[in-house]
């Protein structure tokens, strides 16, 4: 692969071309930068809603477990949430303040925040037979997408979704 030569032409081509010109360089970088434009803002919104769909299972599963420790172990718990500072917490008894943990929905991600509940003084109750509160808590993110988390009164929960 040396050097080639053509007799009848009189045309030399020495040696072999190696690397890229300068404007396949520049085509590969605008080809980069047009998918990145479109990509990125995909990838953001994918982030925030997965963030406000792993803080209503977060709220679900915590409901869950209080709903499990107020069987096994024959004592109330309660959870109680902070619409204004968009925490709650997992509460040992029924009137004490024994608090277990306090969550802050900041540990999901930036953004989401407690909209509403429909529990009486945003409390909800576990009972020692497995029993609870009926009521939702909604959520919301920065992009306007909500999640409801319902609970009916045999301590089922459902978790539902808009996204935007």
Do not use: C
């Not at 009137?95 to 999901?108: A, C, F, K, M, W």
């Not at 953004?111 to 808590?137: A, C, M, S, Y």
């Amino acid at each position: 692969f040396g050097t080639i030569r053509f007799r009848g032409s009189g045309m030399r081509i020495i040696g072999k071309r190696r690397g890229f010109s300068l404007v396949e360089l520049m085509i590969v970088i605008a080809l980069i930068g047009i998918l990145s434009s479109i990509a990125i803002p995909s990838w953001n919104r994918y982030r925030q809603n997965a963030d406000l769909k792993t803080a209503a299972r977060g709220i679900a599963g915590d409901v869950f477990n209080m709903k499990q420790r107020a069987v096994s172990e024959q004592t109330r718990y309660r959870i109680i949430f902070d619409l204004a500072n968009h925490r709650y917490q997992l509460i040992k008894g029924s009137t004490g303040n024994d608090v277990i943990q306090t969550r802050d929905l900041s540990e999901y991600g930036p953004g989401i925040t407690l909209t509403k509940t429909t529990f009486t003084n945003d409390t909800v109750n576990f009972f020692t037979r497995g029993t609870t509160d009926w009521g939702t808590v909604s959520l919301k993110n920065s992009r306007e997408s909500t999640a409801t988390v319902t609970l009916n009164p045999v301590g089922r929960t459902h978790v539902s979704f808009k996204m935007q």
